[in-house]
């Protein structure tokens, strides 16, 4: 049973999800045609950077928790689910946040909220080049924001989608980084992050998770307006 932990783990992710993107009355399976696009992309972007890092010892995982299954030399089958389980989850919930609930839209200034997080990033970046996993998520993040500011995208929603499921992710991400099992699942080699953890899960976790969301939301709602990136201008 240990060997299925983080199969399991990325079956409990999307597994509520899918099951009521049938069932709501805006049923998120007819947007299939615009997610999976835009996750491919995106997966395999994160696929490729996973890869690299696992390659250089940023980061690895543990045999006796997967099945043994890889789609590369070292890339394991479940950590090719998770870049499809976790924004599918995310993703569907922004859908059924901006369906349902089209005022929270208005709960914060999103300018501001984006000038804070890229004041943020690239002080965590600048200070940070030695350590591999700080310096690209939060480079990478500063980038992706500066943009979304300067075509004026509000984050208003992607952002609270988001907070949602932090709850979740703290369980998720607890049980890879050895929260409530004997070893680790993902193990990071802390010399390339800022060594500082909530709770077992590295801080800059949080931020790449966010990255991760963010462009997937990003890229659907392009391939759904086709007139990106007008789809969420102020």
């Known amino acids: 049973m240990k060997q299925y932990l983080y199969l399991l783990i990325n079956i409990g992710c999307i597994i509520i999800p899918f099951i009521f993107s049938f069932l709501l009355k805006h049923k998120f399976y007819k947007q299939w045609r615009y997610f999976i696009p835009a996750n491919f992309v995106i997966a395999f972007l994160f696929i490729v950077w996973d890869h690299f890092f696992v390659e250089i010892g940023i980061w690895g995982f543990r045999s006796e928790y997967l099945t043994g299954l890889f789609i ?92 949602s499921i932090l709850p979740f992710m703290l369980i998720s991400n607890g049980l890879l980084t050895g929260m409530y099992i004997e070893n680790e699942v993902v193990w990071y080699n802390d010399l390339h992050n800022l060594g500082f953890r909530i709770f077992t899960i590295p801080f800059e976790d949080f931020f790449y998770g966010y990255l991760l969301i963010l462009l997937n939301v990003l890229l659907y709602e392009a391939f759904k307006n086709f007139n990106f990136p007008n789809f969420i201008k102020r």
């Open 72 to 163: 590369s030399r070292n890339i394991p089958l479940e950590e090719a689910m998770f870049f499809i389980c976790i924004p599918y989850a995310c993703v569907f919930t922004y859908f059924v946040i901006k369906e349902y609930f089209p005022n929270i839209n208005d709960l914060f200034k999103s300018r501001i909220f984006i000038l804070i997080l890229i004041t943020l990033s690239l002080i965590l970046f600048l200070f940070n080049l030695e350590k591999m996993y700080t310096s690209y998520t939060f480079g990478l993040l500063s980038f992706v924001l500066f943009y979304c500011l300067y075509r004026r995208i509000n984050l208003n929603t992607i952002t609270i989608s988001f907070i």
